[in-house]
């Protein structure tokens, strides 16, 4: 069974960083592209970055380009998420998800982060 | 890049069917057969029920359809139950920066 459960998140104050994590289980991590997609209070779901299997290629949208860094560790089966520059537009749940061809299959709980002073 | 376009809010009877659009442009939903649809419940984790437009993953009940014309995919729920009260969000690949959008999402009233 797919499993994938993030971590890392909390309160932290504007300008300051984050990293989270994502540890998967239940299928072959290395398969894998993989995504973060976030969701503020009471808001949609946002696509925020994904990651080519080998880690060679990253995407982001445009907002946190710059700012976050995607990465994934296989012989871990991690997947990271260094946030810096945190802004309050930036509070969310923030989800770790599995890309399967051209759409996000399965989805980890999330964890919170909170940028507030 | 502005988010797929869906309504704040459709409702339906139970038994009913009901169907809830999601409008993007060129860019997104009309150049590619890309769609997924998700159903979330209040504080819940988004669950896909339709990838590729109008496919079903496994275990996805047949009541959930999809479709696509132009700028504009549709999710048709058929036999409207109390459990599908939820939100539902489309999203598509998309050309441009962005690669990946999401709709504003549509909350599903059962009445």
């Known amino acids: 069974e797919v499993h994938l459960v993030e971590s890392g998140g909390g309160l932290v104050q504007p300008g300051g960083s984050l990293r989270l994590s994502c540890a998967a289980s239940?299928?072959?991590?290395?398969?894998?592209?993989m995504s973060w997609v976030r969701q503020a209070p009471g808001k949609g779901l946002e696509w925020v970055a994904n990651?080519?299997?080998?880690?060679?290629?990253?995407y982001y949208v445009d907002s946190v380009r710059g700012r976050f860094s995607i990465s994934r560790d296989n012989a871990k089966n991690s997947l990271y998420l260094q946030m810096n520059s945190l802004r309050a537009e930036d509070t969310a749940v923030y989800y770790c998800?599995?890309?399967?061809?051209?759409?996000?299959?399965?989805w980890g709980q999330g964890t919170l982060v909170t940028v507030s002073s | 890049q502005s988010a797929l376009t869906q309504p704040a809010s459709v409702s339906g009877s139970p038994g009913q069917s009901i169907t809830m659009s999601c409008t993007g442009t060129?860019?997104?939903?009309?150049?590619?057969?890309?769609v997924s649809w998700y159903q979330q419940y209040p504080g819940k984790v988004p669950k896909l029920i339709i990838f590729?437009?109008?496919n079903r993953p496994s275990g996805v009940s047949n009541r959930f359809s999809g479709s696509k014309s132009g700028y504009t995919a549709s999710l048709t729920i058929s036999g409207l139950q109390a459990e599908d009260e939820a939100d539902y969000y489309c999203?598509?690949?998309?050309?441009?920066?962005?690669?990946?959008?999401f709709g504003g999402g549509t909350k599903l009233t059962v009445l």
């Open positions: 999203s598509s690949y998309s050309s441009t920066s962005t690669h990946w959008m």
């Open positions: 239940g299928f072959t991590f290395s398969n894998f592209w």
């Open positions: 590729d437009v109008s």
């Open positions: 998800a599995r890309d399967h061809g051209y759409t996000r299959d399965y």
């Open positions: 990651i080519k299997q080998d880690g060679r290629e990253e």
């Open positions: 060129s860019r997104d939903i009309g150049g590619y057969n890309y």
